[in-house]
């Protein structure tokens, strides 16, 4: 079979199994695009949902409604409760997407109908910044075209299987998509469960790694890599592990910090009540203190990623 007849084939096989499970994200123009993957349950990128996110359009036209929304904003994805009225879902790949294999991208656009594109896997391994400005690591990046209203829908092998969900346009012909490996589809699972990760917080927000390093400089200290703390929850845990606004926190457990990012992956697997050891250093001083991690507090309606709500994600970083 030649490559030509190999294509004409995906594209045939994404018609039959994977375009009847796609799912329009928003009613007024092209939103996002979701993927049925399993009974009652859509998933979707989670900037999708922010807005119109409960408004969706199915393959065969019909309109309805999402009765739950849950989200977790750190990894980009939701899953929302709605009649999928039997649609048959998608399959997952087992095999990570690898450099140079030929992709399909598909979306469905709301009042537009489906779209259908070729590609390859450009690179691997890649991390984006996701809506609340965090690294998101484990995507690649592939060369198939995508209009306005892509994001949230699948990139797909050429036995028709999911390997990665489209989020964001990088540029130069690229996209970035999060690999649907078995850490992935393990949140995707605990989503449709109605739960959210429970992570481990501090209640410190930090600045970027370059301004932190301009103001330091600015005021006559030394040069060093870490997390500069602009502002601390009051009676959050930094607070009454006695951090202050403008410390450098240069280490976490034992492990160097350059960035915000960093510490944020050194609370991942620490769940509320996780003793977190912090390097800070003030001023010419060098501290060690420790602060016992909670929940992240309640924000009020709308703005926590719970059951059937949303955080309306800013880009900065808060911990």
Do not use: C
Not at 126 to 151: D, M, V, W, Y
Not at 192 to 208: A, F, K
């Amino acid at each position: 079979m030649t490559f030509s007849e190999e294509l004409m084939a995906a594209v045939a096989s994404a018609r039959r199994s994977t375009l009847p499970a796609l799912v329009a994200i928003g009613t007024r123009g092209p939103t996002g695009t979701g993927m049925v993957v399993a009974d009652g349950k859509v998933l979707t990128s989670a900037h999708n949902v922010r807005f119109q996110g409960r408004s969706l359009v199915f393959a065969d036209g019909a309109r309805r409604r999402a009765e739950q929304i849950t989200a977790d904003i750190s990894q980009d994805l939701a899953v929302l409760s709605v009649d999928t009225s039997g649609a048959t879902p998608v399959s997952f790949a087992e095999e990570d997407a690898e450099l140079g294999t030929p992709v399909l991208a598909v979306a469905n656009l709301a009042g537009r109908g489906a779209r259908v594109s070729f590609g390859i896997v450009a690179g691997v391994d890649q991390a984006f910044r996701g809506p609340e400005g965090r690294r998101i690591k484990g995507g690649f990046e592939h060369t198939a075209p995508l209009p306005h209203g892509a994001s949230g829908g699948p990139v797909l092998d050429f036995e028709g299987r999911v390997l990665g969900i489209n989020t964001r346009r990088m540029g130069e012909g690229l996209y970035a998509a999060l690999s649907t490996g078995p850490q992935l589809r393990a949140a995707i699972d605990l989503l449709s469960r109605g739960e959210t990760p429970v992570r481990g917080w501090l209640g410190v927000g930090l600045l970027p790694p370059e301004l932190a390093r301009r103001l330091r400089l600015a005021v006559g200290l030394a040069e060093r890599s870490g997390a500069l703390v602009r502002e601390v929850t009051p009676d959050g845990p930094a607070a009454k592990a006695g951090i202050r606004k403008g410390d450098l926190l240069v280490s976490a457990n034992g492990v160097d910090l350059e960035s915000a990012d960093d510490l944020y992956a050194s609370l991942l697997g620490h769940g509320p009540g996780s003793t977190v050891k912090l390097g800070v250093v003030r001023g010419q001083d060098e501290l060690e203190v420790e602060a016992v991690t909670s929940a992240e507090p309640e924000r009020g309606s709308g703005d926590r990623p719970h059951r059937g709500h949303m955080r309306r994600g800013g880009w900065g970083h808060h911990e």
